[in-house]
T-cell receptor
């Protein structure tokens, strides 16, 4: 059983560009959340998707947007990249109605903005 | 809203010695509590979780944690650490119902000294 998978694992973008990160949730999970982890900090919640809709959002600007597809996979899009967007982006999946509400994380996508 | 405080940013400890990593949380609603471990350049791995029931929870790799509701704490312990335990440890909380936004602490770097 594959866990949460993310792609790409590493990427470098130039300031002002746009980036798309992808996530496939663990089998049986229907909820996907995205987190940003800057160097030396804890992960910060960006937003959460369930039933293809954004259900919750953290304190991130509109440059950060997302999408969830019918197969529960998800994308994170960041427009007009800033140097400060350089971070590890983590995808987490869970089963909203499942017992335990255990949240599983992927290995992350390392984004460097130059 | 929830918040998590990890009181120690770094904890050095000799190999085979016991260790305790401290975590306090704040929340106006019932929460689930988690400890995650992050090895260098990797994603987050779930160590253990508290949902309900027994306040002492056991996790992987010999770790355990005790939930103390009156002190709003969830400290992580291991009776004898190994070099391989060197990593960063994150305490996290999420509301016990509804959509699962995870709030993380700032992390504690555990350095095991041979």
């Amino acid at each position: 059983d594959a866990g949460v998978t993310q792609s790409p694992t590493h990427l470098i973008k130039t300031r002002g560009q746009q980036v798309t990160l992808r996530c496939s949730p663990k089998s049986g999970h229907d909820t996907v959340s995205w987190y940003q982890q800057a160097l030396g900090q804890g992960p910060q919640f960006i937003f959460q998707y369930y039933e293809e809709e954004e259900r919750q959002r953290g304190n991130f600007p509109d440059r950060f947007s997302g999408h969830q597809f019918p197969n529960y996979s998800s994308e994170l899009n960041v427009n007009a990249l800033l140097l400060g967007d350089s971070a590890l982006y983590l995808c987490a999946s869970s089963q909203l109605q499942g017992s335990g509400n255990t949240i599983y994380f992927g290995e992350g996508s390392w984004l460097t903005v130059v | 809203a929830q918040s998590v405080t990890q009181l120690d940013s770094q904890v050095p400890v000799f190999e085979e010695a016991p260790v305790e990593l401290r975590c306090n949380y704040s929340s106006s609603v019932s929460v689930y509590l988690f400890w995650y471990v992050q090895y260098p350049n990797q994603g987050l791995q779930l160590l253990l979780k508290y949902l309900s029931g027994s306040t002492l929870v056991k996790g992987i790799n010999g770790f355990e944690a005790e939930f103390n509701k009156s002190q709003t704490s969830f400290h992580l312990r291991k009776p004898s650490v190994h070099i391989s335990d060197t990593a960063e440890y994150f305490c996290a909380v999420t509301p016990s119902g509804g959509y699962q936004k995870v709030t993380f602490g700032t992390g504690t770097k555990l350095q095991v000294i041979p």
